[in-house]
């Protein structure tokens, strides 16, 4: 079943098509990143999904509902901004109280959530005296409160340390696993999503680009080898006759770099060895997100 389905969005900002015929599917149960570049429209779309933007035209459904009728979810989806909202005076316990007030099924109390985001410490804490990272932590605290169905975060990770990021990864990856909590992700930070996400989402000029499993976009992707050797005239004969192998450039550091697709780092290590070309150091690049996003979101600068 699926927790979320936009179909052929349309936003304008007067003349400027801001999102232009996007579709988007997200399962219960999945860990879906969004990433784009700047600009390219990631908050606008979860705006549109959640009501606070209207829209020229297409469908959206987030548990059922319509953007307009999302009270009907009755709490169980959430979202968290960027930015916190929380009542700058009041403290963390406080807010979470006033929270609870608000919250028809309450599943967790102040005291779990604040342990649950490691936030205890700071229970009696004015909000306007706490970092961004734990204002984000209390944020979340309180989306909790109600054990949500389906999460939507922007930008998780901003103005988390380390450890911050690893608590918030860590909750994510538990709520999923435990509760079967759906989450979209819009985050910059592509090896955090990498880490975490089921499913990524690739919105690029107004549409979505790539969307599926994190290991078919990745399994899909090149791996590239850097060979350096002092012949590489001779390197790269042998190298054109190996199936599977695409001959790209010489960097600025003398590097001979390929890709590879139906050949491994062993055969070819080994086809230079037997061909008396000396290699002097062989460097796998495994596909990452952050290399299949800048492939993708470069390629109309090509």
Do not use: W
Not at 132 to 158: C, Y
Not at 219 to 239: C, F, K, S, Y
């Amino acid at each position: 079943m699926q927790a979320l389905s936009v179909t052929g969005l349309k936003k304008n900002y007067g003349s400027f098509a801001v999102l232009d015929d996007l579709n988007l599917q997200i399962d219960k149960g999945s860990i879906h990143g969004l990433v784009g570049l700047n600009g390219s429209g990631k908050t606008t779309t979860i705006e549109c999904i959640l009501g606070l933007q209207a829209f020229n035209s297409g469908s959206i459904t987030a548990l059922g509902q319509s953007p307009k009728q999302l009270h009907l979810t009755r709490g169980k989806l959430v979202a968290i901004f960027d930015s916190p909202s929380l009542h700058p005076n009041l403290t963390v316990r406080q807010c979470l109280q006033h929270a609870l007030l608000l919250c028809e099924t309450p599943a967790r109390s102040a005291d779990e959530v604040e342990k649950l985001l490691g936030i205890s410490r700071f229970s009696d804490f004015k909000i306007k005296n706490l970092s961004l990272g734990n204002k984000r932590r209390a944020s979340i605290a309180q989306a909790l409160l109600g054990n949500p169905e389906f999460v939507v975060l922007d930008e998780p990770f901003n103005g988390l340390d380390a450890e911050g990021v690893d608590d918030v990864l860590e909750l994510i990856g538990m709520l999923n696993r435990e509760h079967d909590t759906t989450f979209l992700l819009s985050s910059h930070q592509l090896p955090y999503l990498e880490q975490i996400c089921s499913h990524i989402a690739i919105l690029h000029q107004g549409k979505i680009t790539h969307s599926d499993t994190i290991n078919n976009l990745l399994g899909n992707a090149q791996t590239t080898l850097q060979i350096m050797t002092p012949n590489i005239d001779a390197a790269t004969q042998v190298l054109e006759k190996i199936p599977g192998v695409e001959l790209l450039n010489i960097d600025a550091d003398g590097y001979l770099n390929i890709n590879v697709v139906d050949s491994d780092s062993i055969a070819i290590n080994q086809a230079l060895v037997e061909n008396q070309i000396p290699v002097a150091e062989l460097i796998l690049k495994r596909a990452s997100l952050a290399g299949l996003f800048r492939e993708i979101t470069s390629e109309d600068a090509r």
